[in-house]
């Protein structure tokens, strides 16, 4: 253990900009619901009405936690932020974990640390210290800013404690994953998958049964009842878990060598399978664990706007604010929400056509490029290949998300033709995401540091789709953003004309971003 | 093993380069520079880093586009036919990078296919002779693994000319020499070879001619027969009388007399008149040390020696 509490200091420091984002972003999550579930209803009657709505919501359950005094703040804060909170909190213990152990000594930096007078134990009890401060710090930033909402003290302590309870428990599972890998992405894999299979199990659990949520510890700590009857007992079992896995951690890294992990890495293949050797074959197999994740991110994103149904109208209350930011184009409330909540699901899906669009500029920098260049691949077929899969994969992931809102409401409302009409409805947004997305490829053919500057566009679009009213923007101005010019499906009648527009603007970017790559000289590093 | 071809319009060297600018804005990274590598040898392409021998390679693979200057490879032009051109060379940079979650074995195929096509058997080869382990993902590789896995895909590669920008800078000396018998393979095959490096042992044992540049410039360019005639060789020799004469003779330096034994260093048009001397004074011992490629190395980079021949042997010692 010599050296621990030098190696503390100095993870800490530097880590301390990373801790703070993380802290004060989870306590956002959570003080961001108190505030806007304050806002939202003007009468208790409202929010009485509200709150018997979202309990009777199944795919609401499932989502986020069990139905506990929802029209209460507390009892609102407790059921929306806790589940994310739990993973949000997870995730910060497990970069933390690993950033400090297995990445450390695959960089080969922990080796020469561990050659100088530190303890051989040392580097894993300041990594345990660091993740201890950070939840603690998190738990009582949560705390705090409930406490002084004003909510009720004890029932914010056993949020903010039972959170950082489970933050310690998640950097246990990455200590010891750790421990079991042998590369930081596969520790970041398995802690991951541990992460993901605690949020199903409550969800199941939530919805039908109640055992499995006793298996999770995301179920233990919303077990504690927070503003619905607290109690501390499930706490116990948190702490109780934690010291489990980080002892057994302990008791593994003690058995294994320096750079080894216990499961020994998986050989790959020694041959490149036919479709490798071509171009498309080779973006498709660099990209397609990002594609498949965007899509699924959608998918899911889709089904939770879609599982709110037709209760929008009660859910949202009458308020002339939410009216007013929903019902855009229409005068029907759900159609209104459901246009405005397909223009989101496309800005997200811009997320997955720019970076997508970005990939060459990787390519590019990290001297992949200069290899592949030199071969009798042309640039134009280069990045041809790239044009191909960043399209058709925008496409898929437009499609999921349309699909998820479809077979969310569908769900919901049990009528099976709203799949249709919401795929229908979402399928058009591809136009102005592939608008985006050319703009990314037009800043690269002209310089590959300039590409970066395509996430202004998308953060343009953002900001006049969310703030054009409220901010006063120009018209002419909002008529820049490529989210401007589609009909408000279903609200409004769908148009041929500016869907064929926006795509011919994105063919003409993306075919000059193209010839201009043709013409310009390789990044060198 | 390589195909030999011939050129038209009577330009019969694969590489020729004359006059060739570079500009990165304001900055001259290639200045006129000349360089001609000949069909079927292994040409060193020495200079310190910064030199522009990248930036020359990379020209030549229609990377970066020349600001001014002729440049011919393969009887083509490395920018507009840069494709075509690619079927017929291979490249190995001097850091590799590799993708990550692609195995060694994944990367020499990709490169291979791209490239047109790899000999199955030489491959099979190469992999065993490297002892390269071809499972491995690309994040797990050293650098000098990384650079196996360049140097398979390219010799496996039927190709007639390769393009190497410090291609052993991560290997141990026993995979240099794998290498080194590799590129005397290659060119035995009537292969050309452009090698740049700045590990003079190899260039020496390797290469039939030598290029060295100089802030983008080419100053020295020929046979190391042809560059050792430029400067000095080194005479140590024990005598049964005192020599006489030796500091009277043009084009011997650095004359050092004790007793019977003498040291002087004598330019090679000196060196009958100097050896003439020796006999009359009666040999005991003799040796004569050619000048060594470090030695033509340092005269050009010894920075302010490069005019004053004395430089050379003390860069030597």
């Known amino acids: 253990m010599t050296g621990a509490g ?85 995730l910060m213990s497990m970069f933390l974990v690993v950033r400090h152990t297995r990445a450390e000594e695959e960089s080969g930096r922990d080796e020469m640390l561990r050659s100088a007078a530190v303890g051989r134990r040392a580097t894993t009890a300041a990594t345990v210290l660091v993740a201890l401060v950070a939840n603690v710090l998190t738990g009582t930033l949560v705390t705090l800013s409930l406490v002084t909402f004003p909510l009720a003290v004890p029932d914010s302590l056993a949020l903010g404690v039972g959170l950082a309870a489970v933050g310690m428990v998640f950097a246990g599972v990455a200590l ?77 890294f003690g058995g294994r060598d320096h750079g080894a992990g216990v499961l020994t890495a998986r050989p790959g293949p020694v041959r490149a399978d036919a479709f490798l050797g071509t171009p498309l074959g080779l973006a498709w197999r660099l990209q397609r664990g990002s594609l498949i994740g965007w899509s699924l991110g959608l998918l899911l994103t889709g089904l939770s706007y879609g599982s709110l149904g037709t209760d929008i109208g009660d859910l949202l209350g009458d308020s002339e604010t939410t009216q007013d930011m929903f019902v855009r184009g229409g005068t029907d409330l759900v159609e209104g929400f459901y246009a405005t909540s397909i223009v989101m699901l496309a800005l997200m899906s811009c997320g997955y056509a ?45 499609g999921a998300a349309g699909l998820g809102l479809g077979v969310g409401y569908a769900l919901t409302t049990g009528d099976g033709s709203a799949v249709g009409t919401y795929l229908l409805a979402m399928l058009p947004y591809l136009a102005p995401v592939l608008v985006l997305s050319a703009v990314a490829r037009l800043l690269f053919g002209v310089h590959a540091r300039a590409a970066l500057l395509a996430w202004v ?21 909002q008529a820049v953003s490529p989210f401007d010019h589609l009909a408000l499906v279903p609200a409004e009648d769908f148009g041929w004309a500016p869907f064929l527009a926006l795509l011919a603007v994105a063919a003409v970017l993306s075919g000059a971003g193209q010839l201009l790559f043709r013409r310009r000289d390789i990044e060198v590093r | 093993m390589p195909a030999v071809t011939s050129y038209r319009g009577g330009v019969s060297n694969p590489i020729e380069i004359q006059g060739l600018v570079k500009a990165f804005g304001s900055v001259r990274a290639l200045d006129d520079l000349d360089l001609s590598v000949e ?111 360049a140097l398979v895909a390219a010799l496996a590669s039927d190709v007639e000319l390769l393009l190497l920008d410090e291609p052993t800078s991560g290997l141990d000396p026993l995979m240099e020499a794998v290498f080194q018998q590799c590129v005397e393979d290659f060119r035995a095959g009537g292969g050309t070879v452009l090698l740049s490096s700045h590990i003079l042992a190899e260039v020496e044992r390797l290469c039939d001619r030598v290029s060295i540049i100089r802030s983008g410039r080419c100053v020295e360019s020929g046979t190391l027969t042809e560059l050792r005639h430029l400067t000095r060789t080194t005479v140590r020799a024990e005598t049964t009388r005192p020599p006489e004469g030796l500091g009277d003779l043009v084009g011997v330096h650095d004359l050092l007399l004790e007793g019977r034994r003498v040291a002087f260093e004598v330019d090679t048009s000196a060196l009958p008149s100097a050896l003439a001397a020796l006999q009359d004074a009666g040999i005991g011992t003799l040796t004569a040390t050619p000048p060594t490629l470090e030695e033509l190395f340092m005269r050009h980079y010894g920075d302010d020696v490069s005019d004053t021949a004395s430089g050379a042997s003390g860069g030597a010692s």
Not at chain 2, 78 to 101: E, I, K, M, Q
């Open chain 1, 6 to 90: 030098m190696l503390l200091r100095h993870f800490l420091r530097r880590d301390r900009w990373m801790l703070l984002a993380w802290s004060v972003g989870i306590t956002v999550l959570y003080w961001s619901q108190a505030v806007s579930v304050k806002g939202l209803y003007a009468t208790q009657e409202e929010f009485d009405r509200a709150a018997v709505a979202m309990e009777a919501n199944t795919a609401f359950i499932a989502m986020t936690g069990p139905a506990r005094a929802l029209n209460t703040v507390g009892g609102q804060v407790t059921w929306q932020a806790t589940a994310f909170g739990a993973i949000t909190i997870g």
């Open chain 1, 176 to 252: 010891l994953a750790a421990q079991l890998t042998s590369s930081p992405r596969a520790a970041y894999g398995l802690t991951g998958a541990v992460i993901g299979a605690a949020y199903v199990l409550r969800a199941v659990g939530d919805v039908g049964s109640p055992a499995l949520t006793w298996m999770s510890p995301i179920g233990w700590y919303q077990g504690m009842h927070a503003f619905s009857g607290v109690r501390w007992w499930p706490l116990a079992l948190l702490v109780l878990a934690a010291s489990s896995v980080i002892a057994a951690a302990g008791w593994t």
């Open chain 1, 354 to 398: 720019v970076s997508a669009a970005l990939r060459p500029r990787h390519d590019e920098s990290s001297g992949l490029a200069e290899i592949l260049l030199a071969t009798g691949l042309s640039r134009r077929r280069y990045l041809l290949a790239q044009v191909v899969l960043t399209v058709t994969g925008s496409a898929v992931v437009v």
């Open chain 1, 457 to 477: 566009g998308l953060l343009f679009a953002v900001v006049v789709l969310l703030f054009g009213q409220v901010l006063q923007i120009p018209e002419w101005l």
């Open chain 2, 39 to 149: 069909q079927g040898e292994v040409h060193g392409f020495l200079g310190p880093h910064g030199a522009g021998k990248s930036t020359t390679i990379r020209v030549l693979l229609g990377l970066l586009r020349a600001s001014a200057g002729s440049v011919r490879l393969l009887g083509g032009d490395p920018w507009a036919d840069a494709a075509a051109l690619h079927r017929r060379l291979a490249y190995v940079p001097g850091d590799v990078t590799l993708w990550p979650n692609l195995t060694g074995g994944e990367v020499i195929d990709l490169l291979g296919r791209l490239r047109g096509g790899l000999d199955e058997r030489r491959r099979a080869d190469l992999v065993e002779r490297f002892e390269l382990d071809p499972s491995k993902k690309g994040r797990t590789y050293s650098k000098g693994n990384r650079q196996k896995v």
